[in-house]
């Protein structure tokens, strides 16, 4: 059984920066790309970024483009999200996701994790 554990989260002033990390168990992680998604209270989930297997390739949401920055250790089965110039409107819990398919749709990823709270004070 496939796991993903998130951390790094927490309060943070606007302006900040957070790193969250994502430890995955349970299969072979290299072979499948990561994702980052979000949700804020009364909003649907939305994409924040994603990686390839290989590490290689990236893709970011436009609300994020500039700020964070998505990487992988295959070696240590985990991904990062760092967050710089965080902003207000970036509080959401963040979820972890893993799965076959390079899509921006929550709807295709076989695997999430509980999720971090990240919260940014103005």
């Known amino acids: 059984q496939v796991q993903l554990v998130e951390s790094g989260g927490g309060l943070v002033q606007a302006g900040g920066s957070l790193r969250l990390s994502c430890l995955a168990s349970?299969?072979?992680?290299?072979?499948?790309?990561m994702g980052w998604f979000r949700q804020a209270p009364g909003r649907e989930r939305e994409f924040v970024a994603r990686?390839?297997?290989?590490?290689?390739?990236?893709v970011y949401a436009d609300s994020v483009k500039g700020r964070f920055t998505m990487s992988r250790d295959n070696a240590q089965n985990t991904c990062f999200l760092q967050m710089n110039s965080l902003k207000p409107e970036d509080t959401a819990v963040y979820y972890c996701?893993?799965?076959?398919?390079?899509?921006?749709?929550?709807?295709?990823?076989?695997?999430w994790g509980q999720g971090t709270q990240v919260t940014v004070s103005s």
């Open positions: 996701t893993l799965g076959p398919k390079w899509t921006s749709l929550p709807t295709y990823w076989d695997y």
């Open positions: 349970g299969r072979t992680f290299s072979g499948y790309a």
């Open positions: 990686i390839s297997g290989s590490g290689t390739n990236t």
